[in-house]
């Protein structure tokens, strides 16, 4: 006896007159079989319009699915990333200026420092002139390293004015390193020699020589607003 499907038919049918209720349980539990009842409607399913077709308090309750019906899940919808694109050239212009300021101010950092190292020199404290120098050469490094970004930049930028300006600055940046260098030997021979030797002398005209030679190559470094002029922007 299927008894889950009794107690099923009596809590949907609840309301119904006692003899219609006893009716439909004593089919749907036992006793006479349900083929004693005709599918008078045609639609399959013996059900209280086969029970009862005529009573109107039978037929306003739900009849019993065999079947429940479930919603479908929704499908899994993927996002795509969204392919990388090219930075934007007024970015690239603000980089590239930003590195190029930068290493102006070093630049100006870096003569400053060689201006103290003069200073020195001039009081024969030839120590205090190689920290100096050592400190200028520091400055002239880090403007090496901003303008080499900056090079690079105004390379994806696509932009031939701008980046014959940086590299003008670059090659500026890179002769003040090794004038540095030159003057640094000097201050050490200074020290270690004596400023009437020989050892001296030749260092000292070398670096001379050279940091004249870099001064009339025809490479600068530009002011900013120069520069920034260059980038259209």
């Not at 000292?204 to 120069?226: F, H, K, L, Q």
Request: aromatic residues 6%.
């Amino acid at each position: 006896m299927n008894t889950s499907n009794s107690v099923t038919r009596r809590r949907l049918l609840s309301g119904v007159p006692t003899a219609a209720l006893l009716s439909i349980t004593g089919c749907v539990g036992g006793g006479d079989s349900q083929d004693d009842v005709q599918d008078s409607d045609g639609d399959g399913v013996i059900d209280s319009q086969d029970y009862a077709p005529q009573d109107p308090d039978v037929q306003e309750k739900s009849d019993l699915q065999d079947t429940e019906t479930t919603p479908e899940a929704a499908p899994e919808t993927t996002t795509e990333a969204a392919p990388e694109t090219t930075t934007p050239a007024t970015r690239l212009a603000d980089e590239a200026f930003t590195e190029y300021s930068a290493g102006v101010n070093d630049t100006d950092s870096g003569e400053s420092e060689w201006g103290t190292g003069n200073d020195f020199i001039n009081s024969d404290d030839f120590t205090g002139a190689k920290s100096a120098f050592q400190d200028a050469r520091e400055g002239y490094a880090e403007t090496k390293r901003h303008f080499e970004t900056t090079v690079e930049l105004t390379v994806q930028l696509g932009n031939q004015d701008a980046n014959e300006v940086a590299s003008d600055a670059l090659r500026t940046a890179e002769k003040n390193v090794t004038a540095a260098n030159k003057v640094i030997d000097s201050m050490d021979a200074a020290i270690e020699y004596g400023v009437d030797s020989d050892e001296y002398d030749q260092a000292a005209r070398e670096a001379r020589e050279y940091v004249d030679e870099t001064s009339n190559d025809g490479y600068e470094i530009v002011g900013v607003d120069e520069f920034r002029d260059t980038l259209n922007v």
